[in-house]
């Protein structure tokens, strides 16, 4: 006996048998709506970081936060921490930690935390000048604690102490010095002349390509050149008699080779006061301002993260190194003259 219903007869009606479909929750509803409105502000954000990327920064100015270091979490008065770090270019990075200081009247005191090669004369001499004009404006005791590198520019900035005695503290394996400047020129012209590569760059004026790496550099252009690096070797060693006032000119000539120097020798020689940490700069400072470390914090300050670097993440990190790497290449074909701490070569 078959178990299938009798097909239905000529005229009779045909019933088909639809499944009903079961009407969506509210809570289902919801959730589906909250994916797409999270989907649509994810590629809103990505356009928006694309093409302007600094509507998403959280500080379109570049303005620093203040962030605490040490001592006293909540101390009415302040000891503020202006960080020195890697190779000197403009030195804007440090002007705007000298911006945020002046602008902060419960900063009574300031450690200058160096660890830095040097770099650029004019970015080194940009930190020094605006160090020395907060120090004067705002009669702030300054104190230097010196990190594994303070050589030639970072050295350079460290005299901004002035004539304030016991102010420049080293670490133990701490390397300085390195009072020197120096115009780097790699020269390929031999090179491009074995591969017939030709130099047609059009200028006007004898000396318009002093110090290009495609031709020979001209006696007329190495003496201009001696005298633009004689006359920043003057005014580095000036700085330091500034700062140094207890080391005779002699003295500083005599130091002043390009030398670097381990903490031991800078101590002997009087180039800086102290051994000691960033811990110990601090105590000074307290002592120089007269402030209670009950009563004190220590800060520093550092730039915000943008939202735009939280969802671009390495990309955005690739691209910065790649505009890094473009400004370094075009550095090496202009002639600038450096307070660096480099190793020598031939």
């Not at 900063?107 to 080194?124: E, F, H, L, Q, W």
């Not at 460290?158 to 010095?177: D, F, L, R």
């Not at 101590?267 to 105590?283: C, P, Q």
């Not at 955005?316 to 480099?342: D, G, H, I, M, V």
Request: net charge neutral; with cysteine.
């Amino acid at each position: 006996m078959s178990t299938y219903p009798e097909p239905p007869g000529p005229g009779q009606p045909v019933y088909i048998a639809v499944p009903l479909q079961q009407k969506p929750s509210v809570l289902s509803r919801l959730f589906t709506l909250f994916q797409w409105l999270a989907f649509a502000f994810f590629v809103l954000v990505m356009i928006t970081a694309v093409f302007m990327p600094s509507t998403l920064s959280s500080d379109p100015d570049n303005k620093l936060e203040e962030r605490y270091y040490t001592l006293n979490k909540e101390g009415t008065q302040k000891i503020a921490v202006i960080e020195i770090e890697g190779t000197i270019m403009d030195g804007k990075d440090v002007k705007k930690q000298i911006d945020k200081v002046r602008a902060d009247d419960l900063v009574k005191a300031i450690v200058v935390r160096i660890d830095s090669p040097g770099g650029t004369v004019n970015g080194s001499d940009y930190i020094h000048h605006h160090l020395r004009r907060l120090v004067e404006e705002k009669k702030l005791p300054m104190v230097v604690s010196m990190g594994f590198l303070a050589a030639s520019g970072g050295y350079y900035s460290a005299m901004a102490c002035g004539k304030q005695e016991n102010v420049i503290y080293a670490e133990p394996t701490t390397w300085c010095g390195s009072i020197g400047v120096m115009i780097p020129n790699y020269n390929v012209a031999d090179l491009m002349k074995r591969l017939d590569i030709k130099d047609q760059t059009i200028a006007k004026g004898d000396l318009k390509g002093m110090g290009s790496p495609t031709k020979p550099m001209e006696p007329e252009e190495e003496a201009v050149l001696k005298t633009l690096v004689d006359e920043s070797y003057a005014r580095f060693k000036k700085i330091v008699r500034d700062g140094r006032p207890k080391m005779t000119p002699k003295q500083v000539d005599d130091v002043a080779t390009g030398q670097v120097y381990t903490t031991p020798q800078a101590l002997k020689l009087g180039l800086v006061d102290r051994e000691g940490f960033i811990e110990d700069a601090i105590t000074r400072a307290l002592e120089l301002a007269s402030l209670n470390r009950d009563t004190t914090k220590v800060v520093r300050y550092h730039k915000p993260s943008g939202l735009s670097d939280i969802l671009m993440g390495a990309s955005a990190a690739t691209a910065a190194s790649r505009k890094s790497e473009l400004q370094q290449l075009l550095e090496l074909a202009t002639p600038r003259a450096y307070y660096l701490f480099a190793f020598p070569h031939e």
